[in-house]
């Protein structure tokens, strides 16, 4: 069993900056180069792509009962 899951939350399109927001998101492809170096360890929970709410997220992560979990933090620099 891979013992890390790489986490991609949910994107949540309100609040502060949903004038910005476009609805459409990129592969977070940070944790793609990072997946594909620990492929024999690590699985990626894209939570945005599977239209994941925030507690889906937290019960898949705790589901797949990993050692660790690291998790991204998409920004919006503009």
Known sequence: MKDLVLVYPPVILEGRYSKLATGTEVAPQPLLYLGAVL???ATLLDANALHLSVDETIQEILRRKP??????????LS
Do not use: E
């Open 39 to 41: 492929r024999d360890r």
């Open 67 to 76: 050692s660790y979990v690291g998790i991204s933090s998409p920004t919006n």
